[in-house]
């Protein structure tokens, strides 16, 4: 069975630096493409990034580029979301998701950490 | 980027009801679409359609998906009580990956 927990939330400062985590079990990490989503309190859901399965290949919604970092640890089954110069309109709870883009598109999802930022 | 609108934002319908809800990309992205279902907002979405009209494994056949180019439609065939949700589609033809607003569906 499929899992991906995600850690890392929490209450930060605007302008400040959070790390999300994701753990994957339950499938062959290496062999996904990964991704972020991230969902507004109380509004839709909004694609964040996504990263190859060897980790050489990046994407990024424009208004998070060259402030989040997408990064991954095959070995470790884990997938990570760097977030710096966070922002109020960051506040949301961001999931991870497994990607294939030539089928279904994001296939198994996490039960999301929540990110607020404020001061 | 192309962007996805949904229509109506807002639907109010009955248990049996037969309902639509439509999708319209800003550009052709072929069949590349998702349909997706969430009960609460905060909850991981559950997927219904992908690639416009393919039903996913374990989702009831009253759901269907149809379209391909620019316009896409779902329709629930017959309302039960556990498909009140808010319903986003989502293209998957190039990034910026990018979802629909949303279409709530409440109970008359």
């Not at chain 1, 959070?18 to 493409?33: E, I, N, P």
């Amino acid at each position: 069975e499929v899992q991906l927990v995600e850690s890392g939330g929490g209450l930060v400062q605007p302008g400040g630096s959070l790390r999300l985590s994701c753990a994957a079990s339950g499938f062959t990490f290496s062999s996904y493409w990964m991704s972020w989503v991230r969902q507004v309190p109380g509004k839709g859901l909004e694609w964040v990034a996504n990263i190859k399965e060897d980790g050489n290949d990046k994407y990024y919604v424009d208004s998070v580029k060259g402030r989040f970092s997408i990064s991954r640890d095959n070995a470790k089954y884990s997938l990570h979301l760097q977030m710096n110069s966070l922002r109020a309109e960051d506040t949301a709870v961001y999931f991870c998701a497994t990607y294939t883009g030539s089928r279904r598109g994001f296939d198994d999802w996490g039960q999301g950490t929540l990110v607020t930022v404020s001061s | 980027d192309i962007q996805m609108t949904q229509s109506p934002s807002t639907l109010s319908a009955s248990v049996g009801d037969r309902v639509t809800i439509t999708c319209r990309a800003s550009q052709s992205i072929s069949y590349w679409l998702a349909w997706w279902h969430q009960k609460k907002p905060g909850e991981a979405p559950k997927l219904l359609i992908y690639k416009a009209s393919i039903l996913e494994s374990g989702v009831p056949s009253r759901f269907s998906g149809s379209g391909s180019g620019t316009e896409f439609t779902l329709t629930i065939s017959s309302l039960q009580p556990e498909d009140f949700a808010t319903y986003y589609c989502q293209q998957y033809n190039s990034y910026p990956i990018t979802f629909g607003q949303g279409t709530r569906l409440e109970i008359k």
